[in-house]
């Protein structure tokens, strides 16, 4: 088969491709870094000839072109799989929409929901020589997407790593209907977290209990990337990597030897991830890597797949987390934050593990917009918040104050543990709300 014919062949330009789109049509627009630039511009020109045109993606950088150019919203609403800080200010404006779910469901929802697109639009790594477009640091859903969408239609961007990996990495030109040559944007480079000392502090008690051999899951933010830092200057060797998202602090670790996967029990010896998002040095180090592999979030965010994995440990952040142990990590109250994204799948598998451990680590006061210091701690969650990880499924808990495991604990001694690592300026109010809900005794002594 002469690809490169095909290619000629299927080359549109970008105007071509944002005609193919139609009032009332859902359209996938890629995700994370690799969500379309070349054809968002041209869409957004079309603004005004359109009426009820979604638009579908997460985890985007920057406002979509089309979603600015129609600031009412009449003609374009976002839909978000998991929102960053620019999707959450779309839903405050009322042009943008979060789709709840648990990240590991998603492909299954093309197939067994309806949640077909009319259009799907991605960014993409050049063809190779076998006709293949790599999907680059974005494998997560996107294949799976591409399967059932009506159209599909690929934007090249040169600067896009070749992320190798199993099923679900690459995107044949066979299943592609139009391809745009891109302006080949830099991929987008959120600022490194800083970390403070509460941030280092939380770490510290983390990297305690991981031993040599471990199978690492990081979230993104200042805590996990301190625990990260931690981690590469421990004398832990060996560890395995298998998470959703891959950071800078993975590199960072890697670069200091403490990653073999030697100990892994599936794909030994290589880091797998369903999607990242870093620094150029991430990209740069993704690339032709053999030692990492792309895959499809069904099987990265597999409960089943994580368990599968001994002394696996999952460490994720909270916004809020009340005396019952139900984890808010979406909310604050009422107002949305993120997403589900795969905390729970994580927190699952770890304990199901075999040595496995999951924390939840947070810092035990936050100020609010006013300058005021609040408790993270709440006896029950405010009212809209959303429950991420239940109280039968929180295993670790960590804050500055110490660390805590929740397991297997009635309400009263999981109360008193929570009590334990809170601010100790709001343990007297706690204590108070707790006997409200009747799961405080005063026997009880905080140890």
Known sequence: MDFEREYQQKLS??????????????????????????????????????????LRGGVLNKIPAAIEADPTGEHISWHSWHCSGVER???????????????????????????????????????????????????SHLHTCAEVADVIIVEVNHNIPRCLGGSGADLHISMVDMIVEGDNPALFEPPLPKSSEIDLKVAQYIVNEIKSGSCLQL????????????????????LGVHTEIYVDSFVEIAEAGKITGKYKNLNKFRQ?????????????????????LSASVDYTNDI???????????????VDIDLFGQVNSESSGKRHISGAGGQLDFVMGAYLSKGGKSFICCSSTVKDKNGEVRSRFLPTLKEGSIVTATRANIHYLVTEYGIV???????????????????????????????????????NKLK
């Not at 929409?97 to 469901?105: A, I, L, N, Q």
């Not at 979230?219 to 060996?238: E, H, R, Y």
């Open 13 to 54: 330009t970008a105007e071509q491709a944002a005609k193919v789109i139609k009032c009332g049509d859902w359209v996938d627009y890629g995700w994370a870094v690799t969500t379309p630039e070349k054809i968002d511009t041209a869409l957004a020109k079309r603004v005004g000839e359109l009426h009820d045109v979604k």
């Open 89 to 139: 200010k779309l839903i405050e404006d009322g042009r943008g929409f979060y789709v709840p779910m648990r990240y590991s469901e998603l492909p299954r929802y093309y197939h067994k929901v309806d949640c077909k697109p009319n259009v799907a639009i991605m960014q993409v790594a050049p063809m190779d020589k076998h006709g293949y477009f790599n999907l680059g640091p974005s494998a």
């Open 219 to 238: 979230g993104i933010g200042a805590m996990p990337s301190a625990v990260g830092s931690a981690i590469a200057q421990s004398d832990l060797k060996d």
């Open 405 to 443: 495991n929740l397991k297997g604990l009635s309400t009263w001694a999981k109360c008193e543990k929570i009590i334990s690592v809170a601010h100790p300026d709001f343990r007297d109010e706690l204590i108070r709300g707790a006997e409200e809900l009747k799961i405080w005794r005063r026997s």
């Open 304 to 318: 089943a797949n994580i368990a599968a994995q001994d002394n696996f440990v999952s460490i994720n952040s909270a």
């Open 272 to 292: 797998t991830y369903a999607f990242a998002m870093g620094s150029k040095k991430l990209y740069d180090f993704l690339d032709n890597n053999p030692g990492c």
